[in-house]
């Protein structure tokens, strides 16, 4: 069975996913990736093209135009998106039975008429992947328009400025054509999303999201998503636990979303507060870096945070979770949960990328605090800093949920059901 991955990031995750697809009897991987940096890779996120068994193909990403006839924006009848240039003479050349499709270059399947018409020819079929927990329903999408209430006509003469208005030709032309054109980009992106065989995503509101633009549910398949469990878990068995009872531990890309500040600022309290030992170990790069050491020095932290960069090795990482007691995600995120959780910690978290509502079950493996709220949030480490006992059998409950339910092997299996569902093809065949 030929499988066709198009725009996905070779990060260390992935790469180990798609090497144990690419091991499975009778299954061929190819990668599709742009040339050169990839522009939709977040800040501090990490590629890494050593040990790969399958084939990583580079291509010229193409940024194509919006179809506006006389460039009149609100003409439109196809929005722009990336796309890959001559991504369709390889699909021809391979045939693949399935194309995988990341969120970045959904659209290229509906609009690139290349690829379009490569897709049909090779009769693959086609998955749209995503997450998707950002995306409004249609409902959602149809009530975020705004209709606005006048046309800027100050650049035309006085004289015809009086007469559209006097006729009320702009009234007509807000309600006929601009009205038409917003509803129109919401209603391409819902053709967008039916256009596919299937839709793999990880998380279950990921059914009632397309579920709303009219996809059948059939055809929307929860895949859910895990790093290389076996690694992380032999690890941690190499490394087994000093029980510092007081030690937070994050890991991120040290930007916005993830509100490490707030996390740091939480400690300060909490030492302040009858935790005096608190300290956090904060694994990770990115932009905001710089701030968050700054932060600490401003609230007398430099001994108690740890900044400790990028940690990759499972062997390192098990190091830093085995003096570790509590895993605490501030903000936004989603795949260090479960990374987490391989090491048999507790797990504090709020709102996520919703791959957390499966994974996170209060008082069973973590707790929750109020999205954004650091007064929940110290509240919530608190009452687990506190409670030794408790953390103990919410660590042992993480790591049964990552041996029994959702791990390497689970989340291939998923793939290869979708795979055969889709193709009516056995994989030992």
């Not at 260390?12 to 990839?38: A, C, I, M, W």
């Not at 054509?177 to 391409?188: E, I, S, T």
């Not at 989603?334 to 978290?349: D, H, K, Q, T, Y």
């Not at 509502?357 to 973590?366: A, D, K, P, S």
Request: glycine share 6%.
């Amino acid at each position: 069975m030929q499988i066709l991955f198009v725009g996905f990031a070779i990060t260390p995750y992935y790469r180990d996913f798609l090497n144990r697809l690419q091991s499975q009897g009778h299954v061929k991987v190819t990668n599709v990736r742009p040339v050169g940096e990839n522009r939709h890779l977040g800040a501090g996120v990490r590629q890494d093209l050593s040990g790969i068994d399958f084939d990583d193909v580079e291509l010229p990403e193409l940024s194509i135009s919006p179809r506006r006839p006389l460039r009149i924006p609100d003409l439109e009848t196809a929005p722009g998106c990336s796309s890959f240039a001559k991504l369709d003479d390889l699909i021809l050349r391979l045939r693949p039975d399935i194309i995988v499709v990341n969120v970045n270059f959904h659209a290229a399947f509906s609009i690139d008429s290349k690829v379009k018409a490569a897709v049909r020819t090779s009769k693959a079929r086609l998955i749209l992947h995503s997450i998707p927990f950002q995306l409004p329903s249609f409902k959602e999408a149809l009530e975020a328009i705004e209709i606005p209430d006048r046309l800027p006509l100050q650049s035309l003469p006085r004289p015809a400025r009086l007469l559209i208005q006097a006729l009320r030709l702009d009234k007509a032309y807000l309600s006929l054509v601009r009205k038409r054109a917003l509803l129109r980009r919401v209603n391409f992106q819902k053709t967008i999303f039916n256009s596919a065989d299937a839709h793999a995503v990880y998380f279950d509101g990921g059914l009632d999201v397309y579920g709303s633009y009219g996809v059948p549910a059939e055809r929307i398949r929860v895949v859910r998503n895990s790093p290389n469990t076996e690694k992380l878990l032999a690890a941690a068995d190499r490394h087994p636990s000093c029980d510092n009872g007081c030690r937070l531990i994050h890991i991120g890309r040290l930007v916005e979303w993830k509100r490490v500040d707030m996390l740091i600022r939480s400690v300060a309290t909490l030492r302040n507060n009858g935790f005096p030992d608190t300290d956090l170990v904060v694994i990770g790069y990115g932009p905001c870096e710089d701030a968050l050491r700054s932060l600490t020095k401003e609230l007398d932290l430099k001994d108690a945070i740890h900044f400790r960069g990028g940690v990759y090795e499972p062997d390192e990482l098990a190091k830093e979770f085995s003096e570790s007691s509590i895993y605490v995600m501030a903000g936004m995120g989603g795949l260090s949960i479960n990374e987490a959780m391989c090491f048999g910690v507790p797990v504090v978290c709020s709102r996520g990328d919703g791959t957390e509502t499966f994974l996170v079950r209060e008082r069973l493996n973590g707790m929750y605090f109020c999205d954004g709220d650091e007064d929940s949030l110290t509240k919530t480490l608190r009452a687990l800093l506190g409670d030794a006992d408790l953390q103990q059998r919410l660590g042992r409950e993480s790591r049964r949920i990552i041996e029994e339910e959702l791990n390497t092997q689970i989340h291939v299996a998923n793939y290869l059901k979708l795979f055969t569902d889709l193709t009516g093809k056995s994989l030992n065949a």
